[in-house]
Protein backbone atom coordinates (compact mmCIF):
# COMPACT_ATOMS: atom_id res chain seq x y z
CA UNK A 1 0.00 0.00 0.00
CA UNK A 2 1.55 3.08 -1.36
CA UNK A 3 1.76 5.98 1.39
CA UNK A 4 3.08 9.31 1.63
CA UNK A 5 5.12 11.33 4.24
CA UNK A 6 5.79 14.85 4.60
CA UNK A 7 8.39 16.53 6.22
CA UNK A 8 10.44 19.91 6.87
CA UNK A 9 10.56 23.15 9.24
CA UNK A 10 7.38 23.83 10.53
CA UNK A 11 8.18 27.23 11.12
CA UNK A 12 9.92 29.71 8.66
CA UNK A 13 10.57 33.27 8.94
CA UNK A 14 10.00 35.47 6.25
CA UNK A 15 11.65 36.44 3.44
CA UNK A 16 13.37 33.02 3.81
CA UNK A 17 12.92 29.43 1.80
CA UNK A 18 9.94 26.79 2.50
CA UNK A 19 11.77 23.26 2.08
CA UNK A 20 9.93 20.26 2.21
CA UNK A 21 10.00 16.54 1.06
CA UNK A 22 7.41 13.96 0.32
CA UNK A 23 8.74 10.35 1.36
CA UNK A 24 6.97 7.63 -1.16
CA UNK A 25 6.89 3.93 0.63
CA UNK A 26 5.30 1.18 -0.28
CA UNK A 27 5.80 1.63 -3.98
CA UNK A 28 8.10 3.12 -6.35
CA UNK A 29 7.94 7.07 -7.09
CA UNK A 30 8.90 5.98 -11.15
CA UNK A 31 6.34 6.80 -13.88
CA UNK A 32 4.33 8.76 -12.20
CA UNK A 33 3.27 12.36 -11.23
CA UNK A 34 3.40 14.03 -8.26
CA UNK A 35 2.17 16.95 -7.08
CA UNK A 36 2.09 19.39 -3.89
CA UNK A 37 -0.88 21.30 -3.04
CA UNK A 38 -1.60 23.90 0.23
CA UNK A 39 -4.31 24.94 2.39
CA UNK A 40 -3.98 28.35 4.41
CA UNK A 41 -6.00 27.62 7.79
CA UNK A 42 -9.28 27.87 7.06
CA UNK A 43 -9.36 28.08 3.63
CA UNK A 44 -9.79 26.15 0.37
CA UNK A 45 -7.03 24.01 -1.60
CA UNK A 46 -4.49 25.22 -3.66
CA UNK A 47 -2.45 23.58 -6.72
CA UNK A 48 1.32 24.54 -6.30
CA UNK A 49 2.73 22.15 -8.81
CA UNK A 50 3.94 19.38 -9.65
CA UNK A 51 6.59 16.80 -11.00
CA UNK A 52 7.11 13.70 -13.14
CA UNK A 53 9.80 10.99 -12.03
CA UNK A 54 11.50 12.04 -15.33
CA UNK A 55 12.10 15.66 -13.79
CA UNK A 56 9.84 17.63 -15.92
CA UNK A 57 7.19 19.84 -13.89
CA UNK A 58 4.45 22.59 -14.25
CA UNK A 59 3.51 24.91 -11.93
CA UNK A 60 0.59 27.29 -11.03
CA UNK A 61 1.67 30.74 -12.50
CA UNK A 62 -0.04 32.53 -8.69
CA UNK A 63 3.55 30.72 -7.87
CA UNK A 64 6.00 30.08 -10.91
CA UNK A 65 8.37 32.85 -10.01
CA UNK A 66 8.62 31.20 -6.47
CA UNK A 67 8.68 27.73 -6.62
CA UNK A 68 11.01 25.11 -7.40
CA UNK A 69 9.73 21.02 -7.11
CA UNK A 70 12.35 18.03 -7.87
CA UNK A 71 12.35 14.77 -7.30
CA UNK A 72 14.95 12.05 -6.48
CA UNK A 73 14.08 8.72 -7.52
CA UNK A 74 16.98 6.87 -5.67
CA UNK A 75 15.31 7.76 -2.33
CA UNK A 76 11.74 7.82 -3.49
CA UNK A 77 11.02 11.22 -2.56
CA UNK A 78 10.36 14.58 -4.52
CA UNK A 79 10.46 18.20 -2.69
CA UNK A 80 9.37 21.34 -2.73
CA UNK A 81 10.78 24.95 -2.41
CA UNK A 82 9.28 28.37 -2.13
CA UNK A 83 11.39 31.72 -1.83
CA UNK A 84 10.60 35.18 -0.55
CA UNK A 85 7.87 33.53 2.07
CA UNK A 86 5.77 35.61 3.50
CA UNK A 87 3.16 35.15 6.03
CA UNK A 88 0.86 34.85 3.05
CA UNK A 89 2.48 31.37 2.81
CA UNK A 90 1.30 30.30 6.29
CA UNK A 91 -0.51 26.73 4.80
CA UNK A 92 -0.71 23.05 5.55
CA UNK A 93 1.25 21.52 2.78
CA UNK A 94 0.27 18.17 1.25
CA UNK A 95 2.06 16.07 -0.94
CA UNK A 96 -0.14 14.01 -3.47
CA UNK A 97 -0.07 11.61 -6.32
CA UNK A 98 -1.43 12.87 -9.16
CA UNK A 99 -3.35 11.71 -12.41
CA UNK A 100 -4.86 14.74 -12.96
CA UNK A 101 -7.10 14.53 -9.76
CA UNK A 102 -5.24 13.14 -6.55
CA UNK A 103 -6.53 9.75 -5.68
CA UNK A 104 -3.57 9.81 -3.02
CA UNK A 105 -2.69 12.55 -0.37
CA UNK A 106 -0.53 12.69 2.40
CA UNK A 107 -1.39 14.02 6.18
CA UNK A 108 -0.01 16.94 5.60
CA UNK A 109 2.15 19.20 7.45
CA UNK A 110 1.85 22.73 9.10
CA UNK A 111 3.94 25.12 8.01
CA UNK A 112 3.96 28.78 9.46
CA UNK A 113 5.71 32.30 8.71
CA UNK A 114 6.78 33.81 11.21
CA UNK A 115 9.88 35.70 12.95
CA UNK B 1 -7.70 29.48 -15.91
CA UNK B 2 -10.77 27.95 -14.71
CA UNK B 3 -12.49 29.09 -11.58
CA UNK B 4 -15.40 27.01 -10.46
CA UNK B 5 -17.96 28.08 -8.39
CA UNK B 6 -19.42 26.14 -5.59
CA UNK B 7 -22.96 26.40 -4.09
CA UNK B 8 -24.34 26.57 -1.77
CA UNK B 9 -22.00 27.50 0.77
CA UNK B 10 -23.18 25.36 3.53
CA UNK B 11 -25.79 22.73 3.46
CA UNK B 12 -27.85 21.60 6.75
CA UNK B 13 -29.50 18.76 6.22
CA UNK B 14 -30.58 15.69 8.57
CA UNK B 15 -28.76 12.33 8.48
CA UNK B 16 -31.03 10.44 6.16
CA UNK B 17 -31.57 13.19 4.08
CA UNK B 18 -30.51 13.99 -0.05
CA UNK B 19 -27.65 16.29 -0.60
CA UNK B 20 -26.94 17.73 -3.95
CA UNK B 21 -23.96 19.99 -4.01
CA UNK B 22 -23.14 22.16 -7.26
CA UNK B 23 -19.78 22.93 -8.97
CA UNK B 24 -20.12 25.33 -12.26
CA UNK B 25 -16.84 26.57 -14.50
CA UNK B 26 -16.48 29.42 -15.26
CA UNK B 27 -15.70 27.66 -18.90
CA UNK B 28 -16.27 24.27 -20.20
CA UNK B 29 -14.23 21.54 -18.59
CA UNK B 30 -12.39 19.56 -21.22
CA UNK B 31 -13.94 15.59 -21.36
CA UNK B 32 -15.61 16.35 -18.24
CA UNK B 33 -12.27 15.98 -16.06
CA UNK B 34 -13.97 17.04 -13.24
CA UNK B 35 -13.31 15.59 -9.34
CA UNK B 36 -15.19 15.62 -6.39
CA UNK B 37 -12.93 15.43 -2.52
CA UNK B 38 -14.45 15.22 0.84
CA UNK B 39 -12.02 16.40 3.54
CA UNK B 40 -12.99 16.48 7.50
CA UNK B 41 -11.40 18.61 10.06
CA UNK B 42 -7.75 17.44 10.65
CA UNK B 43 -7.55 15.21 7.44
CA UNK B 44 -6.58 15.13 4.21
CA UNK B 45 -8.93 15.22 1.01
CA UNK B 46 -10.24 12.36 0.18
CA UNK B 47 -11.38 11.54 -3.82
CA UNK B 48 -14.34 10.43 -3.87
CA UNK B 49 -15.63 10.71 -7.77
CA UNK B 50 -13.34 11.47 -10.74
CA UNK B 51 -13.99 12.24 -14.68
CA UNK B 52 -16.96 13.53 -13.14
CA UNK B 53 -18.65 10.50 -12.31
CA UNK B 54 -16.69 7.68 -11.92
CA UNK B 55 -16.68 6.57 -7.88
CA UNK B 56 -13.10 6.28 -7.14
CA UNK B 57 -12.08 2.65 -5.37
CA UNK B 58 -13.95 1.83 -2.20
CA UNK B 59 -16.30 5.11 -2.42
CA UNK B 60 -20.09 4.02 -1.17
CA UNK B 61 -22.43 4.18 -4.10
CA UNK B 62 -24.27 6.59 -1.99
CA UNK B 63 -22.32 8.69 -3.49
CA UNK B 64 -22.45 10.07 -6.96
CA UNK B 65 -21.87 12.64 -9.58
CA UNK B 66 -22.80 13.75 -12.85
CA UNK B 67 -22.60 16.46 -14.95
CA UNK B 68 -20.64 18.13 -18.23
CA UNK B 69 -19.37 21.32 -19.72
CA UNK B 70 -19.65 23.82 -16.97
CA UNK B 71 -22.13 22.64 -14.50
CA UNK B 72 -21.05 19.24 -12.12
CA UNK B 73 -23.52 17.87 -9.30
CA UNK B 74 -22.20 15.59 -6.14
CA UNK B 75 -25.65 13.21 -4.72
CA UNK B 76 -25.30 12.08 -1.50
CA UNK B 77 -28.34 9.93 -1.55
CA UNK B 78 -28.99 9.58 1.93
CA UNK B 79 -26.85 11.02 4.34
CA UNK B 80 -24.92 9.25 6.82
CA UNK B 81 -23.20 10.57 9.98
CA UNK B 82 -19.60 10.12 8.67
CA UNK B 83 -20.73 12.43 5.20
CA UNK B 84 -20.88 15.59 7.26
CA UNK B 85 -17.80 17.16 5.87
CA UNK B 86 -16.55 19.90 3.57
CA UNK B 87 -16.87 18.94 -0.34
CA UNK B 88 -14.41 20.00 -2.98
CA UNK B 89 -14.96 19.90 -6.56
CA UNK B 90 -11.41 20.48 -8.98
CA UNK B 91 -10.97 20.48 -12.89
CA UNK B 92 -7.74 18.87 -14.20
CA UNK B 93 -8.70 20.01 -18.13
CA UNK B 94 -6.35 22.46 -18.45
CA UNK B 95 -3.39 24.25 -16.12
CA UNK B 96 -3.51 25.21 -13.34
CA UNK B 97 -5.83 22.62 -11.62
CA UNK B 98 -8.02 24.43 -9.76
CA UNK B 99 -10.42 23.61 -6.96
CA UNK B 100 -14.01 25.28 -5.99
CA UNK B 101 -14.19 27.41 -2.60
CA UNK B 102 -15.68 24.25 -0.99
CA UNK B 103 -19.41 23.25 0.61
CA UNK B 104 -19.75 22.43 4.27
CA UNK B 105 -22.12 19.90 4.42
CA UNK B 106 -23.87 20.62 8.51
CA UNK B 107 -25.99 18.50 10.67
CA UNK B 108 -29.07 20.15 10.62
Known amino acids: QVQLQESGPGLVKPSETLSLTCTVS????????WSWIRQPPGKGLEWIGY???????NYNPSLKSRVTISVDTSKNQFSLKLNSVTAADTAVYYC?????????WGRGTLVTVSS | EIVLTQSPGTLSLSPGERATLSCRAS???????LAWYQQKPGQAPRLLIYGASSRATGIPDRFSGSGSGTDFTLTISRLEPEDFAVYYC?????????FGQGTKVEIK
Open chain 1, 96 to 104: AHARGYFDL
Open chain 1, 26 to 33: GGSISNYY
Open chain 2, 90 to 98: QQYGISPRT
Open chain 1, 51 to 57: IYYSGST
Open chain 2, 27 to 33: QSVSSNY
